[in-house]
């Protein structure tokens, strides 16, 4: 596949809640790891004081395919315009740097669904192991359908 050394991924789907319900679980870190990662995260908590009402705020989490251990923070959250910005607190697995947003934006001739957008950026590490990396890719490439589908089961 080859990943260059700086890799952005922007992914959007629509999804079939208000903005207002979806923005109700993004704004927690918590459940969107547990949502988008499922049985491939565990031991998933806030750490250092951190707690969803709190900016910045941190959270960890580990990977279950290789035990690596993923350190995060909320960096930013606007809560009008339903966004939020978290960030990797330390380097994992060959990367890096990991900055992510994610925004919810209303359907304006349908208020019972909602755009849903997320852009990530990785710094990939010189001799970062190309499998681990294609893997976390791979993995985050099919978390935003992951968010789509969670709402499709929960508000029918």
Not at 56 to 68: H, I, K
Not at 127 to 134: K, S, T
Request: glycine content about 6%.
């Amino acid at each position: 596949m080859g990943i260059a050394n700086k890799h952005t991924m922007y992914d959007s789907t629509v999804i079939d809640a208000t903005p207002d319900a979806v923005w109700a679980v993004v704004r927690d870190a918590l459940k969107v790891v547990s949502i988008v990662s499922g049985p491939n995260a565990k031991d998933v908590g806030w750490a250092d004081g951190g707690e969803v009402e709190r900016v910045p705020a941190r959270y960890d989490f580990t990977l279950v395919f290789n035990d690596g251990l993923v350190q995060q923070e909320i960096a930013g959250r606007n809560e009008v315009e339903r966004s939020q910005t978290y960030r990797a607190v330390a380097p994992t697995m060959g990367v890096d740097q990991y900055v992510a947003t994610i925004r919810i934006r209303p359907i304006t001739n349908d208020p019972n669904r909602c755009f849903f957008d997320w852009t990530r950026e990785l710094t990939i590490a010189d001799d970062a192991d190309p499998a681990v990396i294609e893997a976390i890719v791979a993995m985050m490439s099919k978390q935003t359908d992951a968010m789509r589908d969670h709402f499709v089961s929960t508000e029918k």
